[in-house]
Every structure is written in structure tokens, then in C-alpha cells.
């Protein structure tokens, strides 16, 4: 069974000093997303995420269409107990400390005192700020607050969880660690619908995508099947090859790109692989890897939207 439903749902906002002018902001999503899924809502900015997150919220009312969560209608205040939300741009009480905030949030929903400062503090532990607790918001780093964030939204230890841009504007450390925690999440059973205008991110943990852009769905599935391989190309890096032996595998390579520290190599398919390992072997070289080449989300968008 679907753990999150949505059916149709398309959202008009009124636009304009008037209020006359009609934005189609999502335009008929459908979706179903399964228990214990972590789902990639992926798009460019103003592709209709972070709507599809309010309407699911139940902060806005859709224009038309319905939606479903743990089977029961959007606007069901029970069914609300039982999901986390990390908004994109979540507000922080500046002169609360971590601890106090997360009690706060307790409080919100309804949360015994006793069981709220103990989920407090196991949350503070589990996003590794647990050194930070007593400390004032205002003095956290963006990083901090996503994680504080994070904790909010699993205050309530709810089953389903919303995260909206949860990695944005960290950086290359803070992505990890909230991908690392999202990825222990999964482990928990949690089922997870995050957004992210960001393919790496979205790739390093989801069981499957959707791909929004003006509103319309483009694609959903597993990534993996969703990026098409291109063509049967492979990329080839190798170190410690010079020039002289760079230039008798330039020949067999549709493109080269070399730095000081290695070579990136294109080849049209694996024919050719076994005569470069050997070219690159008796050089003295190394390989560092050989991947296929897969289409980038930028490729991809271009062909979509070029396609429709
Ligand atoms: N409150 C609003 N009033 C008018 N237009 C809006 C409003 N919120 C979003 N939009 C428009 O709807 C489209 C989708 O926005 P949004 O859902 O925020 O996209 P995303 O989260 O993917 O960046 C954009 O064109 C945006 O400008
Ligand atoms: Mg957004």
C-alpha cells in the first residue's frame, strides 16, 4: 500500500497586484510513494517542489485534485501526529538554545514533557549536537540549524517524513552528514519524501525519483533507469601516463582531457578498453576507474524539455 497518495493535484496561484493573473505552479502530479521509501522529488528552482510539500502539508489547499498520507485525507489532524516536515526555510527562535527549541517543538504536538526531553536528547546525540545543546541558536552555523532542523521534524518520531531542500546551502561536510542520517533513517523503516534541485544528492540515497520541471512530471522511477546510459561510452581515468603514450591512446579515445595528476578518457564502448589498459600498463600508468558514462539531470533536462 501507498504511504503517500497523490492524485492529480494541480495548484494555481493568483498573481499580481490585482490578484488577476493565474500561475500554474503544478500542473496534474500523480504520484505514489511506498512504505520505507526514500523518494527524490528533483527539479530546478520554480519547478513546483516545494508547492507539492505545502499542498501535502496541508498549508495550502491545492486548486484541484487530492492526496492521501497513511491513507488518510491531507486535512486529517490524526494522520498529521504521525509526519515530520523540515520546510525549506525552516525559523528558528534566535535566543532559544537547541534543547530548548526541540522541547518547544514537543510541546507543539502535544509531546509529555518527560518523553520530550528524552527524544530531545537522543535527536541532539543522533544529529551530532549534542556538545551544542545549551547553546543559543543564533550562534549556530547553517549547517547546525539543518540539523536542529532535522531533529524538529522527528520530535514526535513520526513515520513519514518531508524534508524540503534539506541540503541546501551546506556545505560538501554537511551534505554528507545529512545524508548519512537520512540513510540511517531508512534503516529505521521511516518512509522519506525529500526534494532537492540537486542530482548528487538526490542519487546517493533515493529508491527512486521523480522529475518535476514547470510543474509537470517528466520521469519517475529508479534513477538508474531513469538516466540512459549514453550510447555504450565509458570513461576511462588513468595516472601516471606521459605524453608520448598519451598520444597513441589519444588515437583510440573520442575525447582526452588531461591534468597534471591524470587523464580522462572517453571511449566510444569496451572494445577498446583491453588495447588502452595495455597501452596505459606499459607506460607505466594506472588505472583509477572505468565507469559508463551516464547522462547528467542537466542532459537530461535538456532532452526533456526539448523533447515536450
Ligand atoms: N505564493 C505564491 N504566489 C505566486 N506564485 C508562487 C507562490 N509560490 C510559488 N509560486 C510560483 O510557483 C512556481 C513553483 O514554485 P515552488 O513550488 O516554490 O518551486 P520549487 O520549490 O521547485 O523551487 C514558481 O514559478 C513560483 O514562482
Ligand atoms: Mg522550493
Redesign the pocket.
Known amino acids: 500500500m501507498s504511504v503517500i497518495e497523490v492524485e492529480n493535484l494541480t495548484?494555481d496561484?493568483?498573481?499580481g497586484f490585482w490578484r488577476k493573473r493565474s500561475?500554474r505552479?503544478?500542473d496534474s502530479l500523480s504520484l505514489q510513494i511506498a512504505s520505507g521509501e526514500v523518494f527524490g522529488l528533483l527539479?530546478?528552482?520554480?519547478?513546483?517542489?516545494?508547492?507539492?510539500?505545502?499542498i501535502l502539508l496541508g498549508l495550502i489547499r491545492p486548486t484541484t485534485g487530492s492526496a492521501w498520507i497513511l491513507g488518510s485525507a491531507i486535512d486529517d489532524v490524526a494522520m498529521r501526529r504521525r509526519i515530520g516536515y523540515l520546510p525549506?526555510q525552516p525559523y528558528f527562535y534566535d535566543y532559544l538554545t537547541a534543547r530548548e527549541f526541540l522541547l518547544y517543538c514537543g510541546a507543539l504536538c502535544d509531546l509529555p514533557k518527560t518523553e520530550a526531553a528524552e527524544r530531545a536528547d537522543k535527536l541532539l546525540h543522533q544529529v551530532g549536537l549534542a556538545d551544542s545543546a545549551d547553546k543559543q541558536l543564533r550562534k549556530f552555523s547553517k549547517g547546525m540549524l539543518q540539523r536542529v532542523g532535522l531533529a524538529q521534524a522527528l520530535i514526535h518520531d513520526p513515520e513519514v517524513l518531508f524534508l524540503?531542500?534539506p541540503m541546501s546551502g551546506l556545505d560538501p561536510l554537511g551534505r554528507r552528514e545529512v545524508r548519512d542520517f537520512v540513510v540511517g533513517l531508512r534503516a529505521q523503516g521511516k518512509t522519506i519524501f525529500f526534494?532537492s534541485?540537486i542530482l548528487a544528492d538526490v542519487e546517493a540515497m533515493c529508491d527512486r525519483v521523480a522529475i518535476?520541471n514547470?510543474?509537470r512530471l517528466i520521469e519517475s522511477g529508479k534513477l538508474s533507469e531513469i538516466l540512459k546510459a549514453h550510447s555504450n561510452e565509458l570513461e576511462v581515468v588513468v595516472s601516471g601516463v606521459t605524453e608520448p603514450a598519451l598520444a597513441e591512446i589519444r588515437s583510440l579515445a573520442l575525447s582526452i582531457s588531461a591534468s597534471p595528476d591524470n587523464a580522462r578518457i572517453r571511449l566510444k564502448d569496451d572494445r577498446d578498453l583491453a588495447r588502452m589498459l595495455e597501452l596505459t600498463h606499459a607506460a607505466g600508468g594506472r588505472i583509477v576507474s572505468v565507469n559508463p558514462v551516464r547522462e547528467s539531470l542537466e542532459d537530461l533536462f535538456v532532452r526533456e524539455v526539448k523533447g515536450s
Open positions: 495548484q496561484y493568483l498573481t500561475v505552479a503544478l527539479g530546478p528552482n520554480g519547478a513546483g517542489k516545494t508547492t507539492t510539500f505545502k525549506e524540503d531542500e526534494s534541485h518535476l514547470k510543474g
